[in-house]
């Protein structure tokens, strides 16, 4: 996929467990996702696929998955270690921005102004997203660490 539409991090889980387990980290990841809006979650194999709401852009600050089309979690044993990858699209956000944009430039006669909305609007919002998502993957990998921790 194409860079700031889409981005891939990994965390590395300090409990290396056994595929059995896999299921019970993406059951937990399920729910996690669920509390924050996340629809049509797919669990096959290791991977859990979720979509996000698009029009709720309302809840923009307090809902993490707004600015987010759809996001793929990915359990990947390598032996010795447990690896949880998470990439997610950004289409949607691109999108709507680049409409709020034009309408802009539009309202206003000026094409600066329509570039500068676009770049406030979609740069400040892409940057807050990928911070979030971070952010989220490490409470998710945190968490899985206790849940396996808890459960031994």
């Known amino acids: 996929m194409i860079f700031p539409f889409s981005i891939k991090y990994s965390a590395r889980l300090s409990n290396n467990f056994s595929i059995g387990r896999n299921k019970e980290a993406l059951e937990f990841i399920e729910a996690f996702i669920t509390k924050k809006t996340g629809v049509d979650i797919v669990i096959e194999n290791d ?40 990439e997610f699209y950004m289409y949607h956000l691109f999108i709507a921005v680049t409409i709020m944009s034009v309408f802009m430039a539009i309202v206003s006669q000026e094409v600066w102004f329509g570039i500068l909305c676009f770049l406030w609007l979609g740069g400040m919002n892409w940057l807050i997203a990928i911070i979030r998502h971070k952010i989220m993957l490490t409470e998710i990998a945190n968490k899985i660490d206790n849940l396996v921790n808890n459960l031994k």
């Open 47 to 86: 991977k859990l696929t979720f979509k996000s709401k698009f029009f709720k852009w309302g809840r923009l600050n307090t809902n993490i998955l707004v600015p987010i089309e759809k996001g793929v979690f990915n359990i990947v044993d390598k032996g010795e270690k447990t690896i949880l990858t998470y």
